[in-house]
């Protein structure tokens, strides 16, 4: 029987590995999973947990208000190592980018556990864009064993890093797996000022720690201009738990009457919310994938990308945070129809639905058939990822 550990602490992590550990669950005879959160996030991760109905198995409950970076490796880093020892998983997997990513692999390194990372290999090669983030994956690719990518870009990605081959597969993004699931499921909103919309909606998420300042602020600004450029259509904000950001869009925007300001949306409502949208502003790395399969355009609230796919096939758009190219770019989308056709009918870059099931399968293989390649207290775990 193979021990499998999932290890997560946010929402998108909660929201990428549950149809991986559904599909854990298929395999009775073969698998044991075992699902450890650390509560990055409590509420957030909460609702991913009610949606998909997993249960855990550990929870570290780590969250403070207004964490610092430090408080999140330290927790993860010391609370998890308990878990490990009691628990001796044949591989944990991660998902991901975040600070819980990057200390469940490093404790799992410190006790020789073997981790299998999914949607491995994203890169924007800036360091600080998105910050913490490009750091947390390029620390976790070094030492995971298994790298589960969501597409061949990724792939070169970690080959261009030294990663050797016979361990990086091509998956697709489980994210789509969990959005299709969702987006079948029958639903009405809980919040008739969402039910009762009327006419063309412009949906907008933003969270980034490297926005935290001024580029929040200029945000803020463009949106503020273009709902008064545009007083027939609604602007929905679901904001975010994060202090850093409540306390600069809801003084900002909270008083402007086609601007809704809501509380984050649990899963279904805020994939049927994208489905009404018109166009996604947003500087989230989730959404991005997801918006190209329910061909919604979306302008990206960044100057970087790690998922160049979107943009490349032209269904997704690098506007920055200057209000001039946010305002000229949302205008462009919503006057230029024929622009927008164009963008609505591009196939997603990012999957099929399939990933969990290709990601479950190829951890099975590696791990039954072939224990020389990833063995549990191998005496040299690292070597053997590098070529
Ligand atoms: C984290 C991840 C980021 C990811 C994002 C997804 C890191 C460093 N950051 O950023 O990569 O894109 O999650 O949303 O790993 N809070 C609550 N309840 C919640 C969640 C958050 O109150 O359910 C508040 C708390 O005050 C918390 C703060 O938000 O301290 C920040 O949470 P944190 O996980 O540190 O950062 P995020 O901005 O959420
Ligand atoms: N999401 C959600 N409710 C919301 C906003 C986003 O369920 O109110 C989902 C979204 O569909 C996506 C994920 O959360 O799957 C993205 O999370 P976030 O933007 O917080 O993190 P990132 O992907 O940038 O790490």
Redesign the pocket.
């Known amino acids: 029987m193979l021990k499998i550990m999932s290890v997560f602490g ?3 992590e909660a ?1 990428k590995l549950a149809p991986v550990i559904k599909e854990l669950q298929q395999h009775p005879s073969t698998i044991k999973s075992i699902v450890a959160v650390t509560a990055q996030h409590r509420q ?1 991760l909460d ?2 947990l009610n949606v998909f109905a997993i249960q855990p198995d550990h929870d570290l409950n780590i969250m403070k208000n207004n964490q610092g970076l430090s408080d999140i490796t330290c927790e993860v880093l010391k609370s998890i190592e308990a878990i490990y020892e009691q628990e001796q998983p044949d591989l944990v997997l991660v998902q ?1 980018d ?1 600070t819980t990513v990057f200390a469940a692999s490093l404790a799992a390194y410190y006790q020789r556990i073997p981790v299998g990372h999914v949607e491995a290999g994203l890169r924007s090669h800036n360091k600080h864009h998105p910050f913490p983030e490009e750091i947390n994956r390029c620390l976790t690719s070094v030492m995971a064993h298994l790298h589960f990518t969501p597409t061949h870009d990724a792939k070169t990605n970690l080959l261009n890093e030294g990663v050797r081959e016979d361990t990086i597969y091509v998956t697709g993004n489980t ?1 789509i797996d ?1 959005l299709l699931d969702v987006a079948a499921r029958d639903f009405k909103f809980d919040n008739d000022l969402l039910n009762d919309i009327k006419g063309r909606m412009v949906l907008i ?1 933003a ?2 720690r490297e926005n935290f300042g001024k580029p929040f602020n200029d945000i803020c600004d463009a949106i503020i201009t273009l709902a008064h450029k545009y007083p027939n259509i609604t602007f929905v904000y ?1 904001v ?1 738990l994060n202090p850093n950001v409540r306390n600069v869009v809801y003084p900002l925007l909270g008083n402007i009457s086609n601007i809704i300001l809501i509380e ?4 279904v409502s ?2 049927h919310l ?1 489905k009404r949208a018109y166009i996604i502003l ?6 991005q994938e ?1 918006a190209p399969s329910i061909n919604k355009p979306v302008l990206i609230l960044r100057e970087v990308t790690e998922r160049p796919e979107a943009v490349r096939a032209g269904i997704a758009k690098l506007v920055g945070t200057y209000p001039t190219s946010i305002i000229t770019e949302t205008t462009r989308l919503l006057e230029d129809t024929k622009e927008y056709t164009r963008m609505t009918h591009i196939p997603n870059p990012f999957g099929d639905g399939h990933a969990a099931q290709r990601i479950v399968a190829l951890i099975k293989h590696k791990l039954i058939q072939n224990k020389d390649t990833v063995t549990k207290k191998s005496s040299n775990v690292c070597a053997e990822n590098r070529r």
């Open positions: 946010t929402r998108p929201i957030m609702s991913v991901g975040t994210v969990a998420t969270h980034r679901p975010h984050p949306l649990e899963y805020f994939v994208m947003t500087d989230s790395g989730g959404i997801e």
